[in-house]
T-cell receptor, first 110, second 117 residues
Framework: LAKTTQPISMDSYEGQEVNITCSHN???????ITWYQQFPSQGPRFIIQ???TKVTNEVASLFIPADRKSSTLSLPRVSLSDTAVYYC???????????FGAGTRLFVKA | GAVVSQHPSWVICKSGTSVKIECRSL??????MFWYRQFPKQSLMLMAT?????????EQGVEKDKFLINHASLTLSTLTVTSAHPEDSSFYIC?????????????FGSGTQLSVL
C-alpha cells in the first residue's frame, strides 16, 4: 500500500492560489492519485483524480511529475468556503483497501 | 457524479443497544464498499472492506463480532454496531466503488454520527 505524506496544515488568504503537495514514494504502476475535500461532520468529497502529468477540472488542477512519487493539488483563488481538510489517496481497483493519511487542514482567512 | 447514500445521518442510543447503518450506491453497482470511523480532528480510519456476496475483511484491532458488516447486494452494505458502548461513539463513513476499471473513483456517504449514552 502506498503511504502518503502531506503537510499537516496550511494557511492562506482569500483570492490566493493554494498548492498542497503529497508524497507517495511507493506508488505502484496501477495506482491512481485522488484528492478529496472534507468538511466537519461530512463525508469526503471527490475533487480530482489523475495518473500522470496534469489534470484540470472546474475546481482544481493536479500536477503529477514523471516519477509519480508526489503530486500537487492546486486550488486557484481560494475562498473562505475552501477551509477544509484535504486528503490525497493513492489506490487502484480490485477491492484493495484504501487507507487515508493525516490530510492537510487548509484555513482560508479573509 | 455517482451518489452514495448513508442513513441515518445521526443516531443516539442507549448503552447496550445495537445500531444499524445503511450505505447505498444509488446509481452504480458497488462491487467494493469500505467502512471507516473518524474521531474529532482525526483522519478516517479504515475498519473493514466488504465485497458483494463475501465476508468482510476487517482491519487489525477491529472486532468483527462487534461491527457486523453485510454486503448482500451490489447496492447495499450495512454496518451494525452491536451492544454499543460510549466508546463506540464516533463518526462512521462508508464508501463505494464499482472497481470495474483501474481509474474508478471512490465515492463516500455523508457519514453517520453515533452517540452512545
Amino acid at each position: 500500500l502506498a503511504k502518503t505524506t502531506q503537510p499537516i496544515s496550511m494557511d492562506s488568504y482569500e483570492g490566493q492560489e493554494v498548492n498542497i503537495t503529497c508524497s507517495h514514494n511507493n506508488i505502484a504502476t496501477n495506482d491512481y492519485i485522488t484528492w478529496y475535500q472534507q468538511f466537519p461532520s461530512q463525508g469526503p468529497r471527490f475533487i480530482i483524480q489523475g495518473y500522470k502529468t496534469k489534470v484540470t477540472n472546474e475546481v482544481a488542477s493536479l500536477f503529477i511529475p514523471a516519477d509519480r512519487k508526489s503530486s500537487t493539488l492546486s486550488l486557484p483563488r481560494v475562498s473562505l468556503s475552501d477551509t477544509a481538510v484535504y486528503y490525497c489517496l493513492v489506490r487502484n481497483t480490485g477491492g484493495f483497501k484504501t487507507i487515508f493519511g493525516a490530510g492537510t487542514r487548509l484555513f482560508v482567512k479573509a | 457524479g455517482a451518489v452514495v447514500s448513508q442513513h441515518p445521518s445521526w443516531v443516539i442510543c442507549k448503552s447496550g443497544t445495537s445500531v444499524k447503518i445503511e450505505c447505498r450506491s444509488l446509481d452504480f453497482q458497488a462491487t467494493t464498499m469500505f467502512w471507516y470511523r473518524q474521531f474529532p480532528k482525526q483522519s478516517l480510519m479504515l475498519m473493514a472492506t466488504s465485497n458483494e456476496g463475501s465476508k468482510a475483511t476487517y482491519e487489525q484491532g477491529v472486532e468483527k463480532d462487534k461491527f457486523l458488516i453485510n454486503h448482500a447486494s451490489l447496492t447495499l452494505s450495512t454496518l451494525t454496531v452491536t451492544s454499543a458502548h460510549p466508546e463506540d461513539s464516533s463518526f462512521y463513513i462508508c464508501s463505494a466503488s464499482g472497481d470495474r476499471e483501474a481509474n474508478e473513483k471512490l465515492f463516500f456517504g455523508s457519514g453517520t454520527q453515533l452517540s452512545v449514552l
